[in-house]
């Protein structure tokens, strides 16, 4: 969104005494920067730092290679940048720790053979310290296994077990090592508590952190189960409660109702970052493929089952994610208008009456509908610095994937990228403006 400089001298006055940013460094970024109790709001409110959007551009790609005698990738659960533009990639299924060059090309595996120390039976996590070691997350086996540089097992460190979070192993600057557990696994699911435990570099336990407290709950609708506890599922297109954590130790904390994201500091200050946005339209047959799944998934627990709340909302929520990367910098994933993919790309299915459930009572034609995993929208973000200064908008290529969450240093990012048949690669990617 565009403001003239008469819209930002009114808002500026609205604000009462509040800072205007201009064209820094010959970019034009234009926001209002006020007070509001212990928080510092940043908001931006025209253009941003570099200038225009950027574009991920492949410098790299990872595919099977005759020096990697693990022969390939089958499912990517995690992967961490190295220090020289390389990467270390989880294997969940073979499973297998491998580390690549910038280039892609295969350098060695962390791999001990089963009934000797250091084998791990399902990885989910990996962190490099910054003398080399390389920690890798089995919550199978309940252990941290700790590698030389050179793929030497060192040690191991106690971990929770059972815990299987998509959230990365996080390190930060100084070597300390944050992982996903539960304070009361012993507890009903849903009484759980869940946070970070934080490992010192020589693999002490020195904290426990928990999750953020966000006083939000998200929209959904409850499906009554025989004899069990009932079910919740989530309304699609409903703001939900995020947050990250910065390698500095910033907490990012984000509900998705507005376009604000909290930045927590160590020191307990607040930086509150806001952007100018406008919502995007919900098409009505993206809503109905939507309402489809849901009342199948449903009618699936209980045959009588029938949509009682709130509906789909017809306008999108202004982002549907967020994460920091390497240098503290958040990354905002933006909702954007879905398109149909494969087959109902160029057909009347996805685009008329014949997207509606209620036209047909045919299973097969049933069957012929766009599902939820034909909808696809197009991978854009933006880009903040932790206090607040805008960067500016990054769109990805088709297949870019965001779990396992991409892992971003300076302009390279290295993330993982699935063809037509879901057959994963893993790309290197520079920000190009």
């Known amino acids: 969104m565009n403001m003239t400089k008469t819209k930002l001298t009114a808002l500026v006055t609205l604000l009462g005494a509040a800072a205007l940013f201009a064209g820094c460094s010959g970019s034009d970024w234009e926001a209002v920067s006020y007070e509001s109790g212990d928080t510092t709001v940043m908001r931006t409110v025209a253009g941003s730092a570099w200038g225009g959007p950027a574009t991920l551009v492949e410098r790299a790609r990872i595919t099977a290679d005759p020096a990697d005698t693990v022969d390939g990738l089958i499912s990517v659960t995690a992967l961490t940048s190295g220090p020289n533009g ?25 791999v001990t053979p089963r009934g000797e120390p250091g084998h791990y039976s399902q990885p989910n996590g ?20 700790v590698y030389s540089p050179r793929g030497t097992y060192l040690e191991r460190w106690p971990h929770q077990p059972g815990v299987y979070s998509p959230i990365p192993l996080i390190s930060d600057a100084e070597d ?13 699911r849903e009484e759980w508590r869940e946070g970070l435990m934080r490992y010192g570099s020589d693999g ?40 990250t954590r910065t390698p500095a130790g910033d907490v990012v904390t984000a509900i998705s109702d507005r376009y604000a994201l909290d930045v927590l500091r160590p020191d307990g200050s607040i930086v509150r970052i806001e952007r100018e946005y406008a919502l995007v339209p919900a098409s009505r047959e993206e809503r109905s493929t939507l309402y489809r799944n849901v009342d199948k998934q449903a009618r699936q627990i209980d045959y009588r089952w029938t949509w009682r ?16 990367d390497a240098d503290g910098r958040i990354w905002v994933q933006l909702h954007q208008a879905a398109e149909l993919t494969g087959e109902f790309a160029a057909s009347e299915a996805g685009s008329g009456a014949a997207a509606d459930p209620d036209t047909t009572a045919d299973p097969e ?19 903040f610095e932790p206090d607040g200064r805008y960067l500016g908008q990054v769109s990805a290529p ?20 699935s063809d037509r048949g879901g057959v994963p690669d893993v790309v290197r990617f520079e920000i190009e403006r």
Not at 214 to 230: A, C, K, N, R, T
Not at 309 to 324: N, S
């Open 309 to 324: 709340g709130p509906i789909i909302p017809e306008e999108k929520p202004p982002f549907k994610g967020l994460f920091a």
């Open 365 to 383: 034609a049933e069957d012929r509908l766009p599902t939820v995993r034909d909808w696809r929208e197009p991978i854009v973000f933006d880009v």
């Open 398 to 417: 088709p297949g870019f994937r965001t779990q396992p969450l991409p892992s971003i240093q300076g302009n390279g990012v290295w993330a993982a990228v």
């Open 86 to 110: 390389d990467v270390y990639v989880v294997d969940g299924e073979r499973p297998a720790v491998r580390l690549y060059d910038r280039d892609g090309r295969h350098v060695r595996a962390f």
């Open 126 to 145: 990996v962190a490099v310290l910054s003398d080399g070691r390389v920690v890798i997350r089995d919550p199978r086996r309940s252990q941290l296994v």
């Open 176 to 188: 300390r090592l944050y992982t996903r557990i539960v304070f009361n696994p012993t507890e009903p």
């Open 204 to 243: 002490s336990i020195e904290d426990t952190i928990p999750d953020p407290e966000v006083d939000y709950v998200s929209p959904s609708l409850e499906v009554e189960v025989p004899g069990g506890d009932p079910v919740e599922f989530p309304i699609p297109l409903t703001p939900r409660a995020y947050w």
